[in-house]
């Protein structure tokens, strides 16, 4: 399919859509928007990586690489897990308040609690400093990219390397500067599929068992963060590491 082979007419389209993508994700905390980007960024990932490896043994689905199939579907599978699993938990926030508001209509809710709910709506505020963070260290990220596609090249072509280094290094960023589990997880998961685009550029031919095996990979990691944000939920009623923390240390005292 030409769609999915890089040409000088659809060159720039994929490298916007990389970019735009990974930015969603650094920058966004709405599942509406961030679990769309991840499915791109997987897609675009899987097209330069077929594209840009230079191998004559070519395993195809039909008309489609199975490397960009398989790449591409296993993108989908782990949005679809990381949307399931934050449209579950809002749900159950939900339903935590409206309990908690019938309790306090009835007069059994107490001040410990409305103290508390009131320190959270604080905490939930748009606040101007949790999109300049993510947007600076974005910038930083593209500028060591640049500089190191530039100065460090490996795989013979820039695009290969662009999205190799941009990749990792937002997923990186994300890790880094992640408020809540799940985006933590958004951003391990980012940074391993800048990983196995090295992998990708750097291998010899297509291996349908290796391509099975990385796209099965990419699922449980997803399975894992669910399971985990699900755990930490239950257990602490947030996802957010700074109110766990501070609610650890309280326990502590």
Request: aromatic share 12%; glycine share 8%; hydrophobic share 55%.
């Amino acid at each position: 399919m030409d769609f999915l082979t890089l040409t000088a007419g659809n060159y720039i389209f994929y490298i916007g859509l990389l970019v735009a993508s990974c930015v969603a994700l650094a920058v966004y905390k709405d599942w509406v928007i961030i679990t769309p980007a991840l499915v791109f960024q997987y897609f675009v990932v899987a097209v330069v990586a077929n594209d840009q490896n230079g191998t004559a043994q070519r395993v195809m689905l039909g008309s489609i690489p199975l490397a960009v199939f398989l790449k591409t579907m296993s993108g989908v599978i782990a949005a679809l897990i990381i949307f399931l699993t934050g449209y579950a938990i809002i749900i159950e926030r939900r339903r935590l308040k409206q309990q908690e508001a019938e309790e306090d209509a009835a007069g059994t809710g107490g001040l410990r609690r409305f103290f508390r709910r009131q320190q959270k709506e604080q905490l939930s505020r748009f606040r101007y400093i949790d999109y300049m963070l993510p947007i600076g260290t974005s910038i930083i990220a593209a500028v060591a990219t640049y500089a190191f596609a530039t100065l460090l090249p490996f795989s013979g072509n820039f695009l290969g390397d662009f999205a190799f280094y941009w990749t990792f290094s937002i997923g990186v960023t994300i890790m880094v500067v992640g408020s809540d589990i799940l985006k933590l997880g958004i951003g391990l998961l980012t940074a391993l599929n800048g990983a196995d685009l090295l992998y990708s550029l750097l291998r010899s031919g297509d291996n349908p068992l290796v391509l099975g095996f990385s796209a099965a990979i990419t699922i449980l990691l997803a399975l894992l963060i669910s399971y985990l944000a699900i755990l930490f939920y239950n257990k602490l009623k947030t996802l957010n590491l700074s109110d766990a923390f501070t609610a650890g240390r309280k326990a502590v005292k």
